[in-house]
């Protein structure tokens, strides 16, 4: 089955979720992907995003099932996964892949409603952020708790936390599926071959990297270290180095 969220902990520490016809599915590495364990199931759904905080705490979320979002919390490494007390109508609305983000105990993820929702506390309570003038948020990405951009057939940006998003200008055309970023610093892709960069907090943007072929579909920065990575459409993958502020990009295939 395709995977379509991933989140990586350490070299050997690896969850993914798959989404076959049947439902969806998370399972869970410890040595570096050589084994796989499933730790969980929901008939019906399909995973958009995965994401642990620590070894132990982690969330998940997913298109709706019978009206409700599909949002679970983990304390135990993804052993066993619960929903309780997060109970969110959906409003006939659906996630995207990838469009989860986590910062501490504040967590956003995307829907195709002009919607935000966030919880400030780890899942027990939500809000709904609007998102005036873009229906879809592909991609999310905070630098701190306050300061974010929001990705779909545009740009939105904050600097409250999400309360108020309003619109910013970024090069190119095409999708916002990926942005990643640190301090002042953003790096962002719109499903083709350009890859743009602002180090002023999206006052100005440049191009950062241009690939030979394929289109970006997703980008993140390392946990640690200074490497920045990006996947294409034609299975390639592009590597930044040197945040916040890559000197050099290079692709493999």
């Not at 995977?3 to 798959?18: G, P, S």
């Not at 998940?60 to 929903?83: K, L, Q």
């Not at 999310?140 to 951009?149: D, I, K, P, Q, R």
Request: charged fraction near 10%; proline fraction near 3%.
């Amino acid at each position: 089955a395709d995977v379509y969220a991933v989140y990586a902990l350490d070299a050997n520490t690896c969850w993914v979720t798959t989404s076959p016809a049947t439902g969806a599915y998370i399972y869970k590495t410890t040595d570096g992907g050589t084994t796989w364990t499933q730790q969980f199931f929901q008939s019906g759904g399909f995973g958009n995003g995965i994401w642990f905080k620590d070894a132990n705490n982690g969330f998940f979320t997913g298109d709706p099932v019978g009206n409700r979002w599909s949002i679970f919390r983990t304390s135990n490494g993804g052993t066993t996964w619960d929903s309780t007390g997060m109970y969110q109508a959906s409003g006939g609305a659906a996630g995207w892949n990838n469009s989860l983000f986590v910062s501490g105990n504040s967590i956003w993820y995307g829907t195709n409603q002009t919607k935000i929702w966030y919880s400030p506390d780890f899942g027990n309570t939500w809000q709904i952020q609007t998102t005036t003038g873009q229906a879809n948020s592909y991609a999310v990405w905070f630098n701190n708790a306050t300061t974010g951009l929001a990705g779909g057939t545009n740009f939105l940006a904050t600097a409250n936390g999400g309360t108020t998003w309003a619109a910013v200008t970024v090069p190119g055309t095409g999708n916002v599926s990926g942005i990643t970023g640190e301090a002042t610093n953003w790096y962002v892709i719109r499903q083709a071959t350009g890859l743009y960069q602002s180090t002023d907090n999206g006052a100005t943007w440049t191009t950062a990297y241009t690939a030979p072929a394929g289109s970006f579909y997703h980008i993140s920065k390392a946990r640690t270290g200074t490497a920045i990575w990006a996947c294409r459409s034609n299975g390639a993958i592009s590597k930044g180095w040197g945040v916040p502020v890559p000197v050099e990009f290079t692709s493999f295939a």
